[in-house]
């Protein structure tokens, strides 16, 4: 009967717990690479210091979503810390941004007037009025991590500068932590007076093959691996480095691959060879999609 066999995960039968290569940016899973480090690290300083503005930059798959839920986890240990997460930053107008800004902090607003219509001076006083009694009169830090911050658009980043007049003379009454692919870069490269603003900046760049290879020991090892054989072999290491180019999500995906071909092959071990396998039938299958879409504008 359909549905009535249980699959078990490929990660049980190999000897995990869990799904070693999940695509989620679990911060379970986060592994301390000298440029996840060192980016955490700078921004819980700026943080505590209430130095305004951080920007990461990272390529697609660097990790950026990872790190941002990794800092997240850390400052949900604190209590003198007030954050909200902006996933997809795209708003309509400033006013509608400010109103989730509004909403997501839970800032008090007169039950009997429409946020919706409200005006920006209103909108911007208001959050003013909430920064200051926060940071001065209850020394709490308030924080705003806007993900996927490429997505901003010229006039957001605007009123996110303008948000950051909002100071005193000796720190910022808000905190911004932008995380976005290189395109962020372009897009602010042109703004002199957003870039001036910017206390940190860093670009997450991918791993090189010691990390690489370290990712997958300690993702195999988080995922309470049982089993007493080394699983990927070092040459199987140097193959997926050589794949990936040390980008952590296709390091994630390949890997996912091989444990699923082994658990199909009823093998134990991965080696070069079937890294290279699974290699070429992925580049086949990207062949076979080129082609595809070349035909289809050829027609
Ligand atoms: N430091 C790390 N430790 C462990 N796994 C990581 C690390 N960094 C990234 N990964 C893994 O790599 C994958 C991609 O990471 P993530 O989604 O954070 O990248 P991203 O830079 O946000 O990508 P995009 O530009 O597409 O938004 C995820 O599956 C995540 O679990
Ligand atoms: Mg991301």
Redesign the pocket.
């Known amino acids: 009967m359909v549905g009535s066999t249980q699959i078990p995960g490929y990660y049980s039968v190999l000897g995990f717990d869990r799904e070693p290569f999940a695509?989620?940016?679990?911060p379970d899973?986060?592994?301390h690479?000298r440029e996840?480090d060192r980016a955490l690290t700078n921004l819980l300083i700026e943080l505590r210091l209430r130095r305004g503005l951080s920007v990461i930059f990272?390529d697609?798959?660097?990790?950026?979503?990872?790190?941002s839920r990794k800092l997240l986890h850390e400052l949900n240990k604190r209590g003198d810390m007030i954050f909200h997460m902006i996933l997809n930053p795209s708003f309509s107008s400033e006013a509608q941004f400010l109103s989730s800004l509004v909403r997501n902090f839970n800032i008090d607003w007169p039950e009997d007037v429409d946020i919706k219509n409200s005006d920006i001076m209103e909108l911007r006083d208001t959050i003013e009025k909430f920064l200051i009694q926060k940071t001065l009169e209850e020394n709490r830090t308030i924080i705003l991590i806007v993900d996927?911050a490429q997505k901003l658009d010229l006039s957001t980043l605007e009123t996110l500068r303008v948000l950051l007049n909002f100071e005193t003379n000796a720190h910022k009454l808000i905190q911004l932590v932008l995380l976005g692919?290189l395109e962020l870069y372009s897009k602010v490269v042109h703004m002199s007076n957003f870039m001036d603003r910017i206390s940190f900046k860093f670009t997450l760049n991918p791993l090189d093959v010691q990390e690489t290879s370290e990712?997958i020991d300690f993702?195999i090892a988080k995922a309470g691996y049982k089993g007493h054989k080394k699983i990927f072999l070092g040459e199987a290491v140097s193959e997926i480095y050589n794949y990936t180019k040390g980008y952590?999500?296709k390091i994630?995906m390949l890997c996912h691959k091989i444990l699923k071909e082994l658990v199909i092959q009823n093998q134990e071990i991965a080696d070069r060879a079937l890294v290279q396998e699974i290699i070429a039938k992925e580049q086949q299958w990207l062949s076979a999609t080129n082609d595809k879409q070349l035909e289809t504008l050829e027609t």
Not at 23 to 26: K, V
């Open positions: 695509t989620s940016p679990d899973f986060f592994y690479t996840h990272g697609v798959g660097t990790g950026k979503t990872t790190l996927e692919q990712l993702r952590p999500r994630n």
